[in-house]
């Protein structure tokens, strides 16, 4: 059964940093692009940033440019994206999704989801 599982959201200041890990079980990790999008409430769902599998080249989105990161540990299954000097704005419930296209365009599907992990930042 294909499960991503979403850790490492919670509440922080303005400024702050959090990390979260985004773990696959049930797929050939390496084939797939993992991306990370976000939905604000009230607002459209987001994507954050993306990486692919085998080349690990990554793509972020312009309002996350230079604050986060994203990583990937294909031994362990899992993708990562370090957040820091978090604002208000950032509030969201963040989810993960693996392409099988190995696409990070957004062009084609993403065939699995994660449930999601809540960041809040104070404003």
């Known amino acids: 059964q294909v499960q991503l599982v979403e850790s490492g959201g919670g509440l922080v200041q303005p400024g702050g940093s959090l990390r979260l890990s985004c773990e696959a079980f049930?797929?050939?990790?390496?084939?797939?692009?993992i991306g990370w999008f976000r939905r604000a409430p009230g607002k459209e769902r987001e994507g954050v940033s993306c990486i692919t599998g085998t080349a690990g080249v990554t793509h972020y989105a312009d309002s996350v440019k230079g604050r986060f990161i994203i990583s990937r540990d294909n031994a362990r299954g899992t993708v990562y994206l370090q957040m820091n000097s978090l604002k208000p704005e950032d509030t969201a419930v963040y989810y993960c999704a693996a392409n099988g296209y190995q696409d990070c365009s957004g062009s084609t599907p993403s065939a699995y989801w994660g449930r999601g992990t809540q960041v809040t930042v104070l404003s």
């Open positions: 049930g797929i050939s990790f390496d084939y797939y692009a």
